[in-house]
């Protein structure tokens, strides 16, 4: 390890540029077989797989863990993603851990993986990491960071602990209700089988494409699967540009069938389509969402013609005594899920035009 010193100085005279593997320990974590998961009443330990939602979790078992935290956990397949994980852990493979000799905190752990997400992105200027191209132990330690250096030449960490605290106290963080079940059971709903088109207005005729986009405040809805498909705020003019609003954004192109509800006015890229009803809301919305990302991938169309097949789309939803689509059923599910109150100080409105989340 070079140029480490925790001495507590934050004045900082540069920056510096590091290869990860000259300041980091990279290394793979001890793999569990999925056979030799257990599940009980004491589910409390996390695996950890090359998911790029939910911090990597997949689920919680009762096995001892194999991995020890406080590590950064980053996805080997498909595009990188890198995670602070504060506590110990399991995994089933295709992550790798990064590791300092120092202890990390939450703080210090929050900044580095920042400080990665960015250098992949934008320092990094060769071949792009993804499928066919994966990141490898060797790719990662070559990967060069920018780092805080303070006046004796040292890698400020105090600096990147104070940094990130001074950011979180000025967010009131909400209190968490331990993780759990809906209050509601799935099979207290009659299901029923629907064609997307039969419950919703489809648009995929208008979208704004690349060379006409600056930068704006009005939401622009691309096939991502992060930050709920949103990739830029830009200024568009409503006489030429559709903007939808509450509606529910299925991806077409790239990440296949990646599914948000979208409270706020939106445009569409050409590689979405906006599915539209007027009983949606911002509860039963993510409960669409949720249902007809998991149908997308059951299809066997599914990554070959999902533009073209998804008016006929088949989509399983609670129905009424009536037989027609049970809207309130959806909406009490999610809000009898724990921490479901937070779902209402989450929406698109809280996203200001230079992309910050304000409390």
Not at 113 to 139: P, Q, V, W
Not at 162 to 170: E, K, T
Not at 177 to 201: C, M, Q, R, T
């Amino acid at each position: 390890m070079k140029n480490l010193n925790l001495k507590n100085t934050t004045k900082i005279a540069k920056w510096q540029l590091f290869s990860i593997g000259k300041v980091l320990n990279v290394t793979r974590p001890k793999i569990t077989k999925l056979k030799n998961l257990n599940k009980n009443r004491n589910n409390n330990i996390s695996r950890i797989s090359a998911s790029i939602l939910n911090n990597g979790i997949q689920d919680f078992y009762s096995n001892p863990p194999a991995n020890k935290g406080p590590v950064i956990i980053v996805n080997t397949v498909a595009k990188p993603f890198f995670f602070y994980e504060a506590f110990d852990f399991l995994t089933t493979g295709d992550i790798a851990q990064i590791e300092s000799d120092f202890k990390m905190n939450e703080r210090i752990g929050l900044f580095l993986s920042c400080i990665m997400d960015h250098a992949i992105t934008y320092l990094n200027g060769e071949k792009s990491f993804n499928f066919g191209y994966s990141l490898t132990i060797k790719r990662i330690k070559h990967i060069k960071i920018q780092l805080p250096i303070n006046i004796e030449n040292y890698i400020d960490f105090s600096y990147m602990d104070n940094f990130i605290g001074d950011l979180l106290s000025d967010y009131k963080m909400p209190q968490i209700e331990p993780v759990g079940d809906s209050k509601i059971s799935l099979s207290a709903a009659k299901w029923k089988s629907f064609k997307i088109v039969d419950v919703f207005d489809v648009k995929t005729e208008n979208f704004i494409s690349r060379s006409e986009q600056t930068k704006g405040s009005t939401p622009f809805v691309c096939s991502f699967s992060t930050n709920n498909g949103i990739k830029d705020f830009v200024d568009v003019e409503p006489d030429k540009n559709n903007i939808y609003k509450n509606f529910v954004s299925v991806s077409t192109k790239g990440l296949f069938g990646k599914c948000f509800y979208q409270e706020a006015p939106a445009v569409i890229s050409n590689g979405v389509v906006a599915l539209i009803n007027k009983h949606l809301n911002k509860y039963n919305g993510m409960f669409i969402a949720t249902v007809l990302r998991n149908s997308i991938e059951q299809s066997f169309w599914y990554r070959k013609s999902i533009k073209s097949n998804l008016r006929t789309q088949q989509i399983n939803l609670p129905v009424d005594y009536s037989g027609k689509v049970d809207w309130n059923f959806m909406e009490e599910y999610i809000l009898s899920i724990p921490n479901s109150n937070l779902i209402q100080k989450t929406g698109n409105h809280f996203l200001k035009n230079d992309n910050k989340i304000e409390p």
